[in-house]
């Protein structure tokens, strides 16, 4: 080991030597109804605070998040989405739609995630699926696997009861913290209200999701309720430059859970810069280089919402050697980052200067390539 490489390890462990223990998850109690929850750190993806997080759920309107993923990656915000008999008559949640009337894909957004309309997920499940619901739903479920979500089925862009149509907890975060990356979404679940003055008359809207005006830093996502999801919501919000992501599925107030969940976030985790982009890490070997070896930094910023009382430890993947050439900035190993035993994110290891063939290693290899070619 290097005298730098050393430096930087020891560096880093006296930094967390005083966070004496792992927290147990099983060890907290909050006063929460849920049948299944979790709490998300989405910038890094981590679950820091779950119950029954894998457990098969009915999740109601919440499905209405994965029909605005598709929407917005498959449709273009200014077409026109007339709107069928069959989307106007559909059952539950509205945002009162005629048959024949016609509004862009934006405002049928806005109609499908703030009142959380059935008949505008209908209206922009035929609209993106060529005139047909179960093409669209198709989507919906082979990007569910895209995401990782593999313990989740979608039957219909709405979410009304079906025995097959579920997801999990863990699922619903990681398409919730997907759909969160993308602006107009955000932009979307955000608003507390807005008029659309497109259709056959003007309407007034309101979110459905009450933590907008409740609860401090709220900026989304999406509330549900049937009668066999009892009610959910997808909630995320940011304080502090601490962003969390709450799921609560199968409860009697999904709002209080929701606020309840989040407040332990934000009063037991903070944001906490681990690792900084273009940095020193290790040294590798180079076999028949202009240098013997060649210096990797990290390729990218770590921060990790952490209690203080968590243990955080690096774990280093390279390879003993590697061959030349070597290219600026090529990836060579893995930096990961561990929260007690679990892998919570990881950053690539990257070359931090070009490194040439040897030059008689060069001009065998060059001969040997003419000599392949004749």
């Known amino acids: 080991m290097t005298k730098k490489v050393l430096a930087f390890l ?4 006296f930094c967390i030597t005083p966070w004496s223990f792992e927290a147990k998850a099983e060890n907290i109690h909050l006063p929460i109804n849920a049948k299944a929850f979790v709490l998300m750190d989405p910038l890094s993806g981590r679950v820091l605070f779950e119950k029954n997080s894998e457990d098969k759920r009915a999740m109601a309107s919440t499905t209405k998040i994965m029909t605005a993923i598709i929407a ?3 449709g273009n ?45 209908v209206a922009i499940a035929e609209h993106i699926g060529g005139g047909t619901e179960e093409k669209f739903v198709q989507m919906m479920n082979e990007k569910a696997l895209e995401l990782g979500a593999l313990n989740t089925h979608f039957n219909n862009p709405h979410g009304l009861d079906d025995p097959e149509h579920y997801t999990t907890a863990k699922d619903l975060a990681l398409i919730a913290r997907y759909a969160f990356s993308i602006h107009k ?13 497109e259709g056959n008359y003007p309407r007034y809207i309101f979110s459905t999701n009450r933590l907008l005006w409740e609860f401090e830093g709220a900026d989304g996502i999406k509330t549900g309720y049937t009668g066999n999801a009892g009610k959910c919501l997808v909630a995320s919000a940011d304080k502090e430059d601490v962003q969390l992501l709450s799921v609560i599925l199968g409860t009697h107030n999904h709002f209080a859970d929701s606020c309840t969940l989040l407040d332990f976030g934000f009063n037991n985790y903070k944001l906490t810069p681990l690792i900084s982009k273009n940095k020193y890490c290790t040294t590798v070997k180079v076999e028949s280089g202009s240098s013997d070896e060649v210096d990797l930094m990290t390729k990218d910023d770590i921060s990790l919402a952490l209690m203080e009382n968590e243990i955080v430890k690096l774990n280093l993947i390279v390879p003993k050697s590697i061959k030349a050439p070597v290219f600026k900035e ?15 994110c990881s950053t690539s290891l990257i ?17 040997f390539r003419v000599w392949m070619k004749g």
């Open 330 to 344: 090529e990836q060579i190993g893995e930096l990961q980052v561990y929260v007690g035993r679990d892998l919570a």
């Open 10 to 13: 020891l560096s880093f462990y």
């Open 185 to 197: 979404f955000r932009e979307i679940v955000k608003t507390k209200s807005k008029e659309i003055k």
């Open 351 to 367: 070359a931090m200067s070009n490194i040439d063939i040897k030059k008689y290693t060069y001009i065998l290899y060059k001969f």
């Open 72 to 74: 917005l990656e498959k």
């Open 77 to 121: 915000l200014k077409s026109k989405v007339k709107v069928s008999s069959r989307a106007a008559s559909v059952g539950g949640s509205s945002f009162y739609l005629n048959s024949g009337e016609v509004l862009s894909l934006e405002n049928m957004l806005y109609g499908l995630l703030l009142p959380s309309g059935n008949d505008a997920a």
